[in-house]
C-alpha cells in the first residue's frame, strides 16, 4: 500500500485500460477534467523515454543502429517499426528496453506526486498495463469496456482502419475475459458516455468517501 501522503490522504494509483477502440481517451479526458489527478498514457512516456541522451535510446541505438535516427539525432519511429516489422525476436529486444524504462519514470513521477500531496489520483493508461506487470503496481485496475461491434465502427470511422487491420490488431489484444479477470472494475462505455461518466463518478467518490472516513492513510 501507498505510504502516508502529506495531506494525510491516500492518493490512489489506477491503471486503466481495455482494447483499441474502447474509448480510453474519452474517459481520462472526463476524468482530467473532473477530478484533481496525473495522467499518463504509457505510449506517449514511451516516446520521452527514447529521447537523445537517455539509457533507453543509448540502448536502442546500440541496438538497431543509428540509421535508425533522423538528421537530428531523435529515434525515428517509422524507421524503427520498419526495423523490427518482420522480426518477433527484435521486437522483443526493444520491449526488453522500452517496457522497464516506461515503469521506472512512471514510478518516479508516482513517488514525486505523492510527495507532493496535491492530487487525489494518479492514472496510467495503456492496452498492455496487465501483460506489462503493472497488476502489481496500482491500487486499482480499470477495463474500459466497449463491445466489439461498436470498437469497429469507432475504429472505421474515427481512424479509417478497414476490417482486416481492426482484426489484426484485436488478434494481438488481450481477450475480454482476460481483460475482466485482471481488473477489478469495468467500466462500460459502449452506449451514452452520460452513463460511462457516471460509473466513474460512482467509484472515484467511493475512494473519496472511504478515505474520508477512514480519516487517515491506508
Not at 480510453?24 to 520521452?48: M, P, R
Request: charged share 30%; with cysteine; hydrophobic share 40%.
Amino acid at each position: 500500500m501507498a505510504k502516508s501522503e502529506p495531506r494525510g490522504r491516500k492518493m490512489y494509483f489506477i491503471g486503466i485500460t481495455g482494447g483499441i477502440g474502447a474509448g480510453k481517451s474519452e474517459v481520462l479526458k472526463y476524468i482530467k477534467k473532473q477530478y484533481s489527478c496525473e495522467i499518463y498514457l504509457a505510449d506517449e512516456v514511451a516516446h520521452l523515454v527514447k529521447e537523445p541522451g537517455t539509457f533507453a535510446y543509448r540502448e536502442l541505438v546500440k541496438l538497431l543502429g543509428a540509421e535508425v535516427t533522423d538528421q537530428d539525432g531523435q529515434i525515428d519511429r517509422g524507421k524503427m517499426a520498419e526495423r523490427i516489422f518482420s522480426s518477433p525476436a527484435l521486437l522483443e529486444q526493444v520491449n526488453a528496453i522500452i517496457h522497464p524504462a516506461v515503469k521506472e519514470f512512471l514510478l518516479e513521477r508516482l513517488q514525486a506526486a505523492r510527495k507532493a500531496g496535491e492530487t487525489d489520483f494518479f492514472f496510467v493508461e495503456a492496452a498492455l498495463l496487465i501483460e506489462c506487470g503493472y497488476l502489481a503496481l496500482v491500487d486499482e485496475m480499470w477495463y474500459i469496456y466497449a463491445n466489439e461491434e461498436t470498437r469497429r465502427r469507432r475504429l472505421r470511422e474515427s481512424r479509417g482502419y478497414s476490417d482486416e487491420k481492426i482484426s489484426q490488431i484485436f488478434a494481438k489484444q488481450l481477450t475480454e475475459e482476460a481483460f475482466r479477470a485482471g481488473c477489478s472494475l469495468v467500466i462500460d462505455n459502449g452506449g451514452d458516455f452520460q452513463e460511462s461518466c457516471r460509473q466513474i463518478d460512482r467509484r472515484l467518490t467511493e475512494l473519496a468517501y472511504k478515505e474520508t472516513a477512514n480519516g487517515k492513510d491506508v
